[in-house]
């Protein structure tokens, strides 16, 4: 008997899932298929039927991990924007909390095929437009502004979770919640 369409939907999903917790974790190369697949609690040979290169499903993971990110900070309901910025340059997101494949992933999309780069690039642009149409003052912030909050934000967490002193990192989550509430 075959699979329903719903099935193979649900595998499919367990699938990108699990690969953006694992890919955010540990990146492109650490993770082999064979990981994700027995994260996500199926075989390999289901992995074939979903994707044809696992460059496929990095790039799928990407934006799993973006939208779950996105609905752990940009959720606006009876948010501001320094809520935001405080949930993001947070110890919690640099010890994985959440995983935002934009700070955690920062330093392998480079070297990944265009398809990735051009998916972090999609999810990098949607980033700073989410905070360039975030309306605190009645009005919205700059573009300029909102990149400049856009990286100081990616770039705090990623740099934060590069170093191995819980203090210093702290420090450095600090002055980047600073410097982006004060733009």
Not at 106 to 134: C, M, P, W
Not at 154 to 162: E, L, M, N, W
Request: net charge negative.
């Amino acid at each position: 008997m075959g699979w329903t369409a719903e099935q193979k939907q649900e595998s499919r999903e367990k699938i990108i899932n699990s690969a953006a917790e694992l890919f955010t974790k540990d990146g492109f190369d650490k993770i082999a298929i064979n990981d994700v697949m027995k994260h996500a609690g199926l075989t390999r040979g289901a992995f074939y039927n979903h994707f044809s290169s696992k460059s496929e499903l990095y790039a799928e993971a990407i934006l799993s991990a973006a939208h779950q990110a996105k609905s752990h900070t940009l959720d606006r309901s009876g948010f501001q924007l320094s809520d935001i910025i405080e949930t993001y340059l947070s110890d919690a997101h640099r010890q994985g909390d959440f995983c935002c494949p934009l700070a955690f992933l920062t330093t392998d999309i480079h070297q990944r095929d265009d398809k990735v780069r051009a998916t972090y690039t999609r999810v990098l642009k949607g980033f700073i437009n989410s905070i360039h149409e975030f309306d605190e003052t009645e009005g919205n912030i700059e573009e300029a502004e909102a990149i400049k909050k856009a990286v100081l934000m990616i770039g705090g967490v990623a740099i934060a979770r590069a170093v191995n002193e819980d203090d210093f990192a702290e420090q450095l989550l600090s002055a980047c919640r600073e410097g982006v509430n004060s733009q």
